[in-house]
């Protein structure tokens, strides 16, 4: 070998070790604590033990998925707190949980030893806490993705599998004519909705199941009809008034309310909104609330089970017939149909799970419904900060 092609050798050997050591590995690694901030406050981990509203309901699910073997096809967990992928390490109510892996769980032991969530944390906190890489996973708003994307953070966007409706609640006049609740869903404006209050963070709802998922959903209307809703109170006599309350600790909740009084009120409709210290139930002046539906099943039938299941006891919809096993998506789709025929439930929007990652956070799955978390397949690349 000349001298030349030596020295070019020695030069090029030294320059790939350089840029090996640069490099971060991509092979999974076990050990490191993942942390985790959400904007809901969870005071116990006990499934028993009720939310105090659906932000609390749905992080106490998705806990409850890392704790527990698995989940039952009618959303409930089976086993024993413990036996999933990750145990309870340490407890702060409403504050703060450490969960620590599982090394005997039956599906294999999680990459990361730790899981640390810190509860309560605010929307503009848990960016700043990704940018200033004091955070690893945190919940961003739909209305926020977009902007976070912007500014250059890895977002991850799940499809849409969290629907807001409003829903009517049985036995409250007005609620109880068919009139005043077909003027009410004809009058929104989703399309508004999405586009300004989201900041295009969902979709437009006209049905109990998203498009991905049932295939049908193009088939239901979103679109606002104003003159019909007009016509349809002028029929009723008295001005009934509507009451629509909300989640007083739900910031988006407030603000789509806001809209629908507007969009109500431009049809003539009777209508307040009224913010709500307990969402888990509703006063006594309610006749509508917004509520919020999280998909336990990508599948069609077992999510439309288990909404009917959830909102029987407000708005009265007889859950019989339950679709059978095996249900054809015409069937699936004329149950719909026959729910939402009665306008005791208004579908208005899709939301989508949208956390922010830091630069650490490998192999990262955005979750499908009734997955929860996917902290268990996540490694942390040290090496990234």
């Known amino acids: 070998m000349s001298r030349r092609l030596a020295a070019t050798s020695l030069l090029l050997a030294l320059v790939l070790a350089a840029a090996g050591r640069g490099r971060p590995s991509r092979r999974p690694k076990y050990g490191g604590k993942l942390r985790v901030e959400i904007g809901a ?35 409930t967990f089976a086993g024993v707190p413990g036996s999933g992928p990750f145990r309870i390490s340490e407890w702060e109510p409403g504050k703060r949980a450490v969960l620590a892996a599982n090394e005997n769980y039956r599906g294999g032991r999680p990459f990361v030893d730790s899981v640390e969530i810190q509860m309560g944390r605010t929307a503009r906190d848990r960016l700043l806490d990704l940018e200033l890489g004091k955070a690893d996973v945190a919940e961003i ?53 999405v586009n300004f209050i989201l900041q295009k963070g969902g979709e437009p709802a006209g049905d109990l199941l998203p498009q991905w998922s049932s295939g049908t959903a193009f088939l239901f209307s979103t679109s606002r009809d104003a003159p019909a809703a007009k016509d349809l109170w002028a029929q009723i006599g008295g001005s009934p008034k509507i009451v629509l309350g909300y989640d007083a600790s739900d910031s988006l909740e407030q603000s789509v309310a806001e809209r629908i ?91 989508p799970q949208v956390y922010g990652l830091g630069a650490r956070v490998r192999n990262w799955k955005a979750p499908t419904a009734g997955e929860g978390w996917p902290f268990t397949d996540v490694w942390l690349e040290e090496n990234s900060q």
């Open 41 to 75: 406050v969870v005071s116990s981990p006990d499934p028993a033990v009720a939310a105090a509203n659906s932000h609390e309901a749905f992080a106490k699910d998705e806990i409850a998925a890392l704790l527990y073997d698995h989940r039952n096809p009618d959303g």
């Open 141 to 193: 708003l739909p209305e926020e993705a977009r902007r976070a994307s912007e500014r250059g953070m890895r977002v991850s966007t799940s499809e849409p599998d969290e629907l807001l409706a409003v829903v009517f609640v049985s036995g409250r006049p007005p609620a109880e004519d068919a009139r005043v609740r077909e003027a009410l869903a004809r009058s929104i404006d989703r399309a508004a909705i």
């Open 261 to 351: 009084v507007v969009n109500a009120r431009e049809a003539g409709i009777v209508i307040s909104a009224e913010a709500n210290a307990n969402a888990a139930s509703s006063p006594a002046k309610d006749g509508a609330r917004l509520m919020r539906l999280w998909m336990i099943s990508p599948h069609p039938r077992e999510a439309l089970t288990d909404f009917v299941t959830a909102l029987d006891p407000i708005e009265g919809i007889d859950p019989a017939p339950l679709l059978p096993e095996g249900a054809s998506a015409q069937q699936i789709y004329e149950r719909e149909r026959e729910i939402l025929s009665s306008y005791r439930v208004v579908p208005l929007v899709w939301l």
